[in-house]
């Protein structure tokens, strides 16, 4: 159900086309990719985590790393991912599926530079087997996310 949502709201928006479904697994990075025939960072990764006082999303490349000091230079507190039951009750998608479309009400969004070095990217849709194909700017045209500083890139 989560997938029909994401694709209704890229639809109103004009970018349904770009959706796609598969017939196997794209809920890691490396599914993901295999899934696109794409290189694992250009999968745009939707990590959902909670603070004491709300709920965020951080998009980030596939091969970036959330970096703790940053996270909690920004958010004043350590980083804690939401249990897979928690992203569906508190963001509206399944674990493997979680993006930045079409999120339950107060979630906020938070992009991460490791994206713009890419002229295409692919986020989930909502589903674990499901990925749509933007630009960084479309992402964030899409998902009202705005832009930060928040990984690390492999040495």
């Given at each position: 159900?989560?997938?029909e949502k994401v ?6 928006r004009?970018?349904?086309s770009?959706a796609?479904e598969?017939s196997?697994s794209?809920?890691?990075?490396e599914l993901?990719a295999?899934?696109l025939g ?5 999968i ?10 709300r709920?965020?999303?951080i998009?980030a490349?596939g091969d970036?790393?959330?970096d703790?000091t940053?996270?909690k230079a920004?958010?004043h507190t350590k ?5 897979p039951e928690e992203a569906?009750?508190?963001v509206?998608?399944?674990v ?7 999120v339950?009400e107060?979630?906020e969004?938070y ?10 990217i692919y ?10 194909r933007?630009t ?8 009202g ?6 990984c690390k890139?492999?040495?």
């Open positions: 159900m989560s997938y694709k209704a709201y890229l639809d109103s004009g970018f349904g770009r796609q598969f196997v794209s809920a890691t990075v993901a295999q899934a794409c290189e694992g960072a250009r745009a990764k939707t990590l959902s985590f909670k603070t004491p006082d709920v965020l999303l998009v490349a970036a790393k959330v703790n940053k996270y920004l958010f980083a804690k991912m939401l249990t569906v009750e508190l509206g998608h399944p493997g599926g979680v993006c930045p479309f079409a339950k107060g979630v969004i992009l991460d530079q490791s994206l713009r070095r890419f002229d295409t986020p989930a849709c909502g589903s674990a087997n499901s990925a749509v933007l960084p700017e479309e992402l964030e045209l899409l998902s996310g705005v832009w930060a500083d928040l890139l492999p040495e």
